[in-house]
Every structure is written in structure tokens, then in C-alpha cells.
């Protein structure tokens, strides 16, 4: 298989024309590099055994309504015979790829055209759908699944606008680097059914980022976790280790629909699922298989995006133009600075800002090295550079605090200035009145004050001073509930309702409700008859049965998903049948 795929690509630099000497150098290096891959891989394939994603249900938490500038495509100039010649064929006005170094506020500019595999691609196209489909080299589904899923997005056109929308910042180096490595342009589409191409998109097998990465194999592939980043989210180092490792699953199963499938339900599934077929006599290829429901969908998913996208209207929707030019350049930066500050001086929205960069929680970016790389808009990059290079302001605004177990949030939060939801949201804190246990908290710098009055109660800010009618705001955390909500105020599901406008229970994350309180004596004299009570409840159990889920039993017995989690010492959302869990 090895030496076919160097065949094809030395058959490929062969036919072209417009090769250089050095370019037939650079493009014999890559194809060995590659023939080195694909047969390290195969040799290496059944050494280790990972699963990548579950294929299950996408939980998106992050705002979903923002959208990218749309980019003009503009006219094509004029070109003489020799610009015609010189000109880069992948990448039109904007092929070259912007490398700005900065260090500290030592600031240097260098541009970098970069024309790797340019020679091989052939005519130019504006288009980038075009250019895709100009790569497509995997063989047509035959699935009769797949006339379901293309029903499925047809029917919603405004969820593949968005989609679509949002696929417009990183398609481009994405394609870019699937061309790199010889693979089928259709991979570039394989976001679309992964994650929708949202990178804060969150499963409930905790897989995370546009490539939907679980923990342990994003760890596999180099994809740093801890509580400043989560490079499972990081859109250049998440493309290139899933692209690895679809590269690893083809040179172990010999074709893209397995790879697909294996990166789908695990190499150690497919694995299986052949052996079965191949012990009964039976075709090993992927529709012969015997694989979970999801996993079976998995191709047939991806080959009904890829028809929606080559013929857009057979299907009634209408695809937006994408540029074939780079969305975004990578920047150098100093290892500490705030992610509002880096908007701020590349004069671009924060939310954009965390669109190219969403590996990143907290404001405060803590860079272990000396400088980290940052994407922004190919455009804002210069300017990001410039303004840098004349800031002389701090360029972090937060610190590190030390709380210590029992000590209370509001008095936290009031010691350095900071509303105690903006704390809890920052921090990942829980409802929870007291540090359950110590622990480094992100505060603002230089806020500081030990006699600050204590002003906001929980998380909340009170709206009016008067004895009666008091109304605090509640941001809904991750695993929240109406009812749980409602508890912890003392006050009925139904007053937040009226008070909210709502017409049903249900919440998400990041929702802000208002709580009207008779009066804010009463709410703490609520408080602390619902501490004592907490003291004396009993823990009870209950048995998993089939069906039930985190949420469903979370709703049953009227408690918060992270109250459970906590209780039972999970840190998934996955439970079985017939396990048993604490209920206080």
C-alpha cells in the first residue's frame, strides 16, 4: 500500500509541467517523508490500542450566534505573462501564510510565502469548494443511510448556515493541511458531523474541540489539558494530531471508510468487528461489518455532507463562497497577557478573538514558555503587532489567590472587586457558599481591599436597597436545574417563571434569571436553615436502571448533574445500568 501511494504521487510530479528544480527537491523530500509515515504506522499499527470519540450526542455550552465577517472575494487584476507564471496557485491575493514574531515588545515582521505542494494543484480557483472538490478521493458511500442523513440537514438549512458560517475561519488550513499529507479533501468536511465545526463543542463523552478528542487520546496525541488550556480546542495542533491519526487508522486498516469508522468507535472495535467477519468467512469491508449503531451512520454522515456541499442545490440550500485564502495568520506573543487585551490591540470582537483561540478558559492566558502563538484575522495581525509594540500599559490584569477550605466566596469576591458570579464563572466554582476544599482562584490585580463592603450575596447583585422586593441575578452554571435553583433561593419554580417571562423550566448554561426576594433577611435567614438542614440529610441511593441518564435522575430527585458528579466522584456523564449512586 506503501509503495502504491508513492507511485501515484511520483506519477503525479512526473505529469506536471510547471515543476521546478527545487520544486521536484521539495516535493520528492515530502513523498518520502510520507511513504516513511504511512509504513512506521503500519509496522507500529497494533502496538497501542486508543478509542477517540463515541460518536454520541454534541452538547454545545458557548454562544452559537456570533458570526465571522463575511471576506469579499474582490476582482481579479490584470496580470502580465511573467506574474502569470509566478503566480501561486493555491492561495490567490492571500496565499501567503503571515509569520509575525513578537518578543515581549521587541517587535519583527516577516512574511513567508508558503508554495509546499502549490505546483501540484493545478488551476486556480477563488472558490474553496472548489478546491475541495477537486481532491475528493474516497469512494462513494452506497449506504442507503446516507438518503437519511441528507434528508436530516436538508431539512435544516439554517443549522448548515451555520455550520458553514463557522467552518469559514479554519476550512482554509485545514484543506491546506490535508493536501500536505496526500490525504482526501473530504476529511476537511469531517468536522461538519464531528462537531458541527464549533470548537467549543462538548459531548457527553466528554470529547471536546471541532475534532471531538476525549481526554486520553487527546493526551495520546500531545494535546495539553490542565486549567488554563485545553489543547483538545486548539484548532492548529487539534488538526494536525487528528490528521495523524487518521493517518495512523488507514495505514492500519487499508482504507479511508475504517479509518473513518475507527476513529469513529476505536481501532480496537474495527479491529474486532473484522476479525469476526474474517473467522466466519465473511467481507471485511466497512458495510459488511458489524458495528454500533453510530459507527455505522458514521460514513454514510460524511458522504451526505460531502453531497450537500458538491451539489448544494439539488437539496434546496444555498452554500455561501468561502475565499480560497488564509482566514487567519499565527501570532507570537509574551506568555502572560489578558485574551480582552489581545481583542483589544488586534482591534478585533473578544468573541472572534475566541473563536481562532478557544483552547483557552480563563481571561488571563499563562503561557509556560517565553512566548506563545496566538491565531487572528490575517488583517488584524499587522495591527496586533503595531499596537503591541506601543502599549505600555500592564499587560495582565489578573492574579493568582490561594483560598483556603471554608472560606467564603462572597468575602473573595468582595476583597478584590469582583461580582461573585463573574468569580464562580471565571473560576468553575460551584453554588457552593464556601471553598469545599483550597484551592488557586483567578482574581482581578491590584483590587485588593480588606474592608470592602460585602455587597453581593452568592451569585448575585442586588438590584435595590429597599426592605421588600429585592431582586438578585443568577447565572445558571453547568448542571443547574429550575428547581435546584429555586431551592437554594427559597423561593417557588413559578416566581421564577413570572419574573423570567419563561414559558417552561428549562435552563442553560451561561442564562442569566432575575430572583425576586421578599427580602434579603429572608434569604439568609433561608440559607442558613437549608445549611442546617444539608447537615442532617441522609445519603440514599439509587439503582441505575436502562434509559436513565445523569439529567433524567438529576431531574427525579430534584438535584444539580455537578451535585451528583460531586457526590459519586464522577467526572463523566456516562453511567450503566444497574450501577448504584448516592443521593444526599
Known amino acids: 500500500m506503501g509503495i502504491q501511494f508513492f507511485l501515484r504521487i511520483g506519477q503525479s510530479i512526473q505529469t506536471s509541467n510547471a515543476l521546478s528544480g527545487n520544486a521536484l527537491s521539495r516535493a520528492l523530500r515530502c513523498t518520502l517523508t510520507l511513504v516513511a509515515i504511512v509504513y512506521s504506522a503500519s509496522i507500529h499499527a497494533e502496538s497501542s490500542t486508543i478509542s477517540n470519540v463515541a460518536g ?9 450566534t456570533f458570526k465571522p465577517a463575511i471576506r469579499d472575494l474582490g476582482s481579479k487584476p490584470e496580470l502580465n505573462k511573467e506574474q502569470q507564471s509566478q503566480k501561486n ?117 466528554s470529547a471536546s474541540g471541532i475534532w471531538q478528542f476525549i481526554p486520553s487520546t487527546g493526551k495520546h496525541f500531545g494535546l495539553k489539558q490542565n486549567w488554563w488550556v485545553d489543547n483538545r480546542r486548539n484548532i492548529t495542533l487539534a488538526t494536525d494530531a487528528a490528521l495523524t491519526y487518521l493517518q495512523k487508522l488507514h495505514a492500519m486498516f487499508g482504507a479511508w471508510d475504517l479509518a473513518l ?6 481501532e480496537g472495535t474495527i479491529g474486532r468487528a473484522i476479525e469476526r467477519n474474517r473467522k466466519l468467512g465473511l467481507p471485511t469491508d466497512y458495510e459488511s461489518l458489524n458495528l454500533p449503531d453510530e459507527t455505522r451512520n458514521y460514513v454514510p454522515k460524511l458522504q451526505a455532507v460531502k453531497n450537500l456541499m458538491t451539489h448544494p442545490s439539488n437539496y434546496g440550500l444555498e452554500i455561501p463562497t468561502i475565499a480560497n485564502t488564509p482566514y487567519f495568520a499565527k501570532v507570537s506573543a509574551p506568555a502572560k497577557i489578558d ?48 499596537n503591541l509594540a506601543n502599549y505600555e500599559k500592564p ?27 463573574q468569580l464562580r464563572d471565571v473560576n468553575d466554582l460551584s453554588a457552593q457558599p464556601k471553598m469545599k476544599k483550597s484551592a488557586t482562584l483567578l482574581v482581578p490585580k491590584g483590587n485588593e481591599s480588606e474592608d470592602a463592603p460585602l455587597t453581593v450575596v452568592e451569585d448575585n447583585e442586588i438590584e435595590s436597597d429597599s426592605s421588600t422586593n429585592k431582586t438578585v441575578t443568577h447565572k445558571v452554571k453547568k448542571g443547574e436545574i429550575m428547581q435546584s435553583i429555586a431551592k437554594y433561593y427559597g423561593v417557588s419554580v413559578k416566581q421564577i417563571l413570572a419574573a423570567n417571562s419563561l414559558r417552561n423550566t428549562k435552563v442553560k448554561a451561561g442564562q442569566v434569571l432575575n430572583i425576586e426576594l421578599n427580602d434579603a433577611k429572608d434569604f439568609s435567614d433561608h440559607q442558613k436553615s437549608s445549611n442546617k438542614t444539608k447537615a442532617l440529610v441522609k445519603k440514599k441511593t439509587y439503582t441505575v436502571k436502562r434509559g436513565d441518564t445523569l439529567h433524567s435522575i438529576a431531574d427525579k430527585f430534584d438535584v444539580a448533574v455537578a451535585d451528583l458528579k460531586r457526590w459519586n466522584k464522577k467526572t463523566s456523564n456516562h453511567i450503566k445500568p444497574g450501577a448504584t449512586l448516592i443521593i444526599h
Open 56 to 64: 454520541d450526542e454534541i452538547i454545545i455550552f458557548s454562544d452559537d
Open 89 to 205: 496557485t493555491r492561495g490567490g491575493r492571500l496565499a501567503d501564510n503571515l509569520e509575525i514574531t513578537i518578543k515581549d515588545k521587541n517587535v519583527n515582521l516577516a512574511e513567508e510565502t508558503n508554495a509546499t505542494g502549490s505546483e501540484q494543484q493545478g488551476t486556480q480557483h477563488e472558490d474553496l469548494w472548489q478546491r475541495i472538490k477537486n481532491g475528493y478521493a474516497m469512494p462513494d458511500s452506497t449506504s442507503a443511510l446516507t438518503s437519511k442523513h441528507e434528508n436530516w440537514y436538508s431539512s435544516r438549512p439554517d443549522y448548515v448556515q451555520r455550520m458553514v458560517e463557522r467552518s469559514q475561519r479554519y476550512l482554509f488550513h485545514i484543506v491546506e493541511e490535508v493536501e500536505k499529507r496526500g490525504m482526501p479533501t473530504e476529511i476537511a468536511l469531517l468536522p461538519m458531523i464531528e462537531s458541527a465545526y464549533n470548537p467549543k463543542a462538548y459531548s457527553r463523552s
Open 261 to 266: 469508522a475507527a476513529y469513529n468507535a476505536g
Open 339 to 386: 485574551t480582552h487585551l489581545v481583542a483589544k490591540l488586534a482591534e478585533i470582537n473578544h468573541d472572534e478573538f475566541l473563536a481562532l483561540n478557544p483552547s483557552y478558559d480563563r481571561p488571563l492566558i499563562n503561557g509556560e514558555h517565553e512566548n506563545l502563538e496566538l491565531l487572528l484575522p490575517i488583517m488584524a495581525a499587522q495591527t496586533f503587532k503595531t
Open 395 to 421: 499587560l495582565v490584569n489578573w492574579q493568582t489567590y490561594q483560598a483556603k477550605r471554608g472560606e467564603r466566596m462572597d468575602k473573595i469576591a468582595s476583597k478584590f472587586g469582583i461580582n461573585l458570579a
